[in-house]
């Protein structure tokens, strides 16, 4: 660690997984009414867990809808060499290693003061668009504890209903060197991670996604 500076939606039924620290356990999760105009809105619903910003934890859920083919969505979460500009804070992402439906994933990131660096295994089922990704502890890891996954839901329309779930713990030395404000930053920044991607898509270097779809 080093220290520097549609319609359909409204009958989805999600079985989510919860993360905790300590066990994975499976909650239904459905919109209310306001959650829903909000969707339909083009706005990005954020959960968070009860425990998320208390002794380094954060964790929870966010969803969005996006005009956009699941199949262009899903190369866009793919896309490593893209995340350092895709999402904030982040440094570096790199594939270095690839078997089947798995990668080993490089991550650094960085927020004011702080870097940080890390190895995730990365899981694929594209028959279901679902990617699963955890820490890797064997690898050098100045995180705790990370875990979650992306799951696309198609929509009519060639539109796609993004669900993120994710938790991770830092150390406590990382957490207090971070004021109230930066914690929430964090956390606002990691389980909103859907309307990154769905602002990536929309602009200019999203179109490239398009194009490959349609060259298929």
């Known amino acids: ?32 009414t ?9 706005k990005t619903i954020k959960k968070r867990l009860a425990t998320s910003g208390q002794k380094g934890f954060f964790g929870g859920s966010g969803y969005t809808l996006i005009d956009a083919p699941a199949d262009v969505v899903w190369q866009a979460i793919k ?4 995340y350092d500009k895709m999402f904030s804070a982040t440094s570096s992402v790199k594939e270095v290693a690839q078997k089947g439906n798995t990668s080993l994933i490089h991550y650094e990131m960085g927020y004011k003061m702080i870097s940080l660096e890390y190895y995730m295994e990365a899981k694929f089922d594209k028959a279901n668009y679902t ?9 050098p890891h100045d995180i705790d504890m990370a875990k979650g996954y992306w799951k696309l839901f198609p929509q009519p329309g060639n539109r796609t209903l993004v669900a993120y779930v994710v938790s991770a713990k830092v150390p406590m030395g990382v957490v207090n060197l971070l004021n ?11 389980i909103g991670a859907p309307n990154d991607v769905k602002k990536w898509l929309a602009s200019a270097a999203g179109r490239k996604y398009f194009t490959r779809t349609a060259r298929k």
Not at 4 to 15: A, E, G, P, R
Not at 34 to 42: C, F, N, S, T
Not at 131 to 139: A, G, I, P, Q
């Open 34 to 42: 306001a959650e829903k105009e909000k969707l339909k809105a083009g």
């Open 79 to 82: 896309d490593w060499g893209a």
């Open 180 to 190: 109230d404000d930066m914690n929430q930053m964090v956390e606002r920044n990691l």
């Open 131 to 139: 990617m699963t990704f955890t820490l890797v502890e064997s690898k």
């Open 1 to 32: 660690m080093k220290y520097v500076q549609s319609k359909k939606i409204f009958s989805i039924l999600f079985i989510l997984t919860a993360f905790s620290l300590v066990s994975l356990n499976a909650a239904a999760v459905d919109f209310t």
